[in-house]
Each structure stands twice: as structure tokens, then as C-alpha cells.
């Protein structure tokens, strides 16, 4: 006889950060909140083949898109700050890291 393994007892809903002396939170995703970014990436994927004046812009605003997206999964922790306004006063080591995480932590191992 087999036993169950249940996969929700090792798993942690958020992972924390600081940046700039603020802690920040990001709650992972669900699959159905993954949709609408797979949506936008498959769209990026679309119009970064596309080699016209129009799909320059087309993908600086997926890309706005996108990044507006992940920002929602990230809750500051005993205070107010947006992460964007975080990352906007930031080295670009700092942005370069904080992008680094996200993928790492997000990627399907």
C-alpha cells in the first residue's frame, strides 16, 4: 500500500525581500494568475518576430504590461511603497538582482 503525500505542507505561499531598507513580500502565483502573463508573453514572443517601426513600440508596452503584472504579486511589508517606486530609486544592480530572483523563483524546476 502506498501513502499520500500531500504537497501543500512543504510549500510556502511567499517568499521575503528587503530592497533600499523595505521588505516586500511575493505571493506566488496561482495557474490561473499565471494566464494573463503567459497570455502577454505569447503575444511578446508574436510581436518580437515582427521587424516593423510599430512592433518597436508594441513590445516596450508588453513589456510595461508584463512588469506591471509581477509588481502585482509583490506586498510591501510595514509600509506603502510600490515596488516600482522601490526599483525606480534603485541601482541597476539592484533592479538586475531583484529581476534575477523573481525568474529563479518562478521558474518550474
Sequence with gaps: MSSRVNLNDTVEEAFGFTIGGLDYDFKYPTLKAMEPIQELSRERDKVSKEDTPESVDK??????KLTEKFYEFVIPVGHNTPIKETLDNQPLPVVKAFNKLIIEQLSAE
Design 59 to 64: 513590445l516596450a508596452q508588453l513589456d510595461n
